[in-house]
């Protein structure tokens, strides 16, 4: 690599592996002479380089370049001095480049990192909002309007035992809100009333459902994703119980009604990974497995123990690092105008500390603290009684969604399209493969996804040249450089942005903002931008 301009100030005679490239909005569209003596016309870059002795925002402005040999832009040579050996300035420091921060901790707490590159007199993230900040006040002393709604609320989903259906209730008031009926699943009447389980995938985002016998993966619509089939490993004497998809380790686990946990891969269909016996086997009695929820924040496993018919509900908690070595068993807090029957569905929102049980028709919430191998159940919130015909055997948590803000704009040699930016999939913490979506874009343009710590707000900043208003405020970095590609039509451009989310306990609950923008230039080197709805999400652990 040739010498190039530092950011930071002064010239890097020797760096490599360049670690992130975008386009620079505020530097003048240059000629550039290729190896083979060909011209062609190229924007403005800042790009990230590790030196040997640190690491560097770097700009082609003033004839710096990205080449492996002496070409560059318009036959000139790079930078004409050497530079000194560091390249950012005193006090600056290295970091991630584009990352989530939790906005109530300390300024600089990198919580979620994605990039290197290097910082001033106090953090920033990648080139693009090295960019901005460039051109722009201190954002975090601009004021602005309001800000838009979160995000939809999540919801409680189980399947049904008679009519096999998806059932979606409120998750504050359990309020039925809809159903829809599950094609090809066979339903349970002939089967134990403790049998059947529901977990929903985020990663693909959908429910698992199993009647206790054949399992089935359904869209929150009821589209199926994974057809009806036998459950691998199940005994011919035991039932499916509980079902829970492990977001951390993209697995799905289900407990029998022998007790036994079985772990399976994210997939369609699910291949075994192990077994183990949990020690919570049918009594005499009546004591059966009947809910498998997950605290993968505070490495917990939840298995609900009631007794069938009659009640008396226990639940058992098994730390993750002793797997299927139970530690506790606590009663589930009694509903003082509710009476609850033998739990039939266990779910887990381990960003709230909280686990929601169900017997079918009545629901409870229970909050709890974690400490060392055991948990300490604080009480019980009980949701008002409702009528239903048909109950749950099941028990997960449909996460919450994205709620979006702002209409697509385009300017300059930009086509005018109706950019949409959506989440591909669910924001919850563990997600490796959670990915922000832009479609409906202009073809073969430069992609970034800008990020904000905070919803959307409803009056953003004008910048200069872009065609619209950045809603991603207090901004914190971008994503991309994308190219977008699909369809051969004008707007037919898609690209999708990884976002990976880790298992952070610290970061459940809070919310984000994210916003596309596109940038294209015509054959006489003039620019244009593209920018897209903004959308606001929280990030969850459920």
């Known amino acids: 690599m040739q010498m190039s301009r530092c950011w930071c100030g002064g010239c890097v005679p020797v760096a490599v592996d360049v670690g992130g490239l975008e386009i620079d909005l505020f530097a003048p569209v240059t000629t550039v002479i290729t190896c083979t003596g060909m011209p062609i016309k190229v924007p403005g870059l800042l790009f990230t380089t590790e030196t040997g002795t640190g690491a560097s925002i770097l700009t082609t402005r003033e004839a710096g370049q990205i080449h492996m040999t002496p070409c560059g832009p318009a036959g000139e040579r790079a930078c004409g001095h050497r530079a000194h050996a560091n390249v950012c300035p005193s006090g600056a420091q290295r970091e991630s480049a584009a990352f989530l921060r939790n906005p109530r901790a300390p300024l600089g707490r990198r919580l979620l990192g994605v990039d290197r590159g290097c910082s001033l007199s106090q953090p920033r993230s990648s080139s693009m909002k090295t960019l901005l900040t460039l051109a722009l006040p201190t954002l975090a002393t601009l004021c602005v309007t309001a800000a838009t709604t979160a995000q939809t609320q999540p919801r409680l989903i189980g399947i049904t035992r008679a009519m096999p259906s998806l059932q979606q209730h409120d998750i504050n008031n359990c309020a039925p809100i809809g159903q829809c009926n599950l094609p090809g699943m066979p339903n349970a009447m002939l089967l134990p009333s403790y049998a059947g389980g529901t977990g929903w995938d985020p990663v693909r985002p959908g429910a698992w459902v199993s009647n206790g016998v054949v399992l089935a993966k359904y869209g929150d619509q009821c589209q199926p994703l994974c057809p009806p089939m036998p459950i691998p490993t199940l005994s011919p004497n035991a039932f499916i119980t509980g079902i829970e998809v492990v977001v951390g380790l993209n697995q799905i686990w289900m407990i029998d009604s022998t007790g036994i946990l ?281």
């Not at 874009?441 to 619209?468: K, Y």
């Not at 971008?478 to 298992?503: D, K, Q, R």
């Open 262 to 542: 079985h772990r399976y891969t994210n997939t369609c269909p699910p291949q075994p990974l192990g077994s183990c016996n949990t020690g919570l086997a049918q009594t005499a009695i009546g004591n059966v497995t009947t809910g498998l929820a997950v605290d993968e924040g505070a490495g917990f496993i939840f298995i609900s123990y009631p007794i069938f018919p009659g009640g008396g509900n226990m639940i058992a908690v098994l730390p993750m690092g002793a797997l299927c070595q139970v530690s506790q068993q606590f009663p589930v807090p009694p509903c003082a105008i509710v009476g609850m029957g033998p739990i039939t569905g266990l779910a887990c929102d381990w960003g709230n500390q909280r686990l929601y049980a169900t017997d079918g028709a009545n629901t409870t919430a229970i909050s709890y603290i974690p400490g060392g191998a055991m948990v300490a159940v604080l009480g019980a919130n009980c949701c008002p009684p409702i009528v239903v015909l048909d109950r749950m055997i099941g028990l997960a948590i449909r996460p919450g969604g994205a709620t979006s803000a702002g209409q697509p704009c385009a300017n300059g040699p930009c086509a005018p399209c109706p950019m949409s930016h959506t989440l591909r999939n669910d924001p919850l913490l563990g997600n490796a493969q959670f990915r922000l979506g832009l479609d409906d874009a202009q073809q073969n343009t430069f992609a970034f996804c800008l990020l904000g710590a905070g919803p959307c707000v409803n009056i953003g900043l004008i910048v200069p040249p872009l065609c619209g208003p950045i809603r991603t405020m207090p901004y914190i970095g971008a994503l991309g450089a994308n190219i977008t590609m699909g369809a051969p039509t004008p707007c037919g451009g898609t690209t999708s942005f990884n976002l990976p989310l880790p298992v952070a306990p610290a970061l459940a609950g809070q919310v984000f903002s994210s916003q596309c923008l596109t940038v294209c230039f015509n054959a006489a080197g003039a620019l244009g931008t593209g920018m897209s709805n903004c959308l606001s999400w929280q990030l969850q652990g459920n």
